[in-house]
């Protein structure tokens, strides 16, 4: 059974960072690629970042480009997301996703329970 | 980015009866490998979202025989056969045939 646990999340001041992890389980993890997605109230639901099963190629939406990083430790079965410059509209529930193939813009199959981060003075 | 408007945002069912959610998109998500990127998702309350349909009108490991998705280009369906309680949720289509991967806003369904 595929499970996904979310962890790192918190309250940061604005202009802070936060490296958000995601231990995996399950199924062999460098063969698939793995996704970031943020849920809020007002926005929805929000793709943020991807990475293939190697973690060599990357993809970023335009609002996270050049604050955030997502990286993988195979040997860890662990996704990484790491957030610079935090900003009031980074605040939300993150959740890791498994993508159905290798590639790190593949759609997901499974999402992890989620992790909030709060970025407020 | 590719836009997805659902409608309706929210319907009340009857127990037993059905209920169908469209999905319009800004761009055809029919790819040159003939295959149509569109997915559906249900997040039920407290949980995350699930798969139910993928790639337009396949449904996905597990996923009840009462939901069928179809449609094809940028006009996207979800139909539920027969609402059953446990089907309360939000209900989000969302294309990735381009990046960045977009959902909809999202249809809640509530039982009368």
């Known amino acids: 059974e595929v499970h996904l646990l979310e962890s790192g999340g918190g309250l940061v001041r604005p202009g802070g960072s936060l490296r958000l992890s995601c231990e995996a389980s399950g199924f062999t993890f460098n063969n698939f690629g793995m996704s970031w997605v943020r849920q809020t109230p007002e926005k929805g639901l929000e793709w943020v970042s991807g990475?293939?099963?190697?973690?060599?190629?990357?993809y970023y939406a335009d609002s996270v480009k050049g604050r955030f990083t997502i990286s993988r430790d195979n040997s860890k079965n662990t996704l990484y997301l790491l957030m610079n410059s935090l900003r009031a509209e980074d605040t939300a529930v993150y959740y890791c996703?498994?993508?159905?193939?290798?590639?790190?813009?593949?759609?997901?199959?499974?999402w992890g329970r989620g992790s909030l981060v709060t970025v407020s003075s | 980015d590719i836009v997805l408007t659902q409608t309706p945002l929210s319907l009340s069912v009857t127990p037993g009866q059905p209920a169908s959610i469209s999905c319009k998109s800004s761009q055809s998500l029919l790819h040159t490998d003939g295959r149509t990127y569109l997915y559906w998702y249900l997040q039920k309350p407290g949980q995350p979202p699930k798969v139910l349909i993928y790639?337009?009108?396949n449904r996905f490991s597990g996923a009840p025989d009462r939901f069928s998705g179809s449609g094809s280009g940028t006009d996207f369906t979800l139909t539920i056969s027969r609402v059953e309680a446990e089907d309360v949720g939000i209900y989000y289509c969302m294309q990735c045939i381009h990046l960045p991967m977009t959902f909809g806003q999202g249809t809640r369904l509530e039982i009368k």
């Open positions: 990475l293939s099963g190697s973690g060599v190629t990357t």
């Open positions: 790639e337009a009108s």
């Open positions: 996703a498994k993508a159905w193939g290798y590639s790190g813009d593949s759609p997901f199959d499974y």
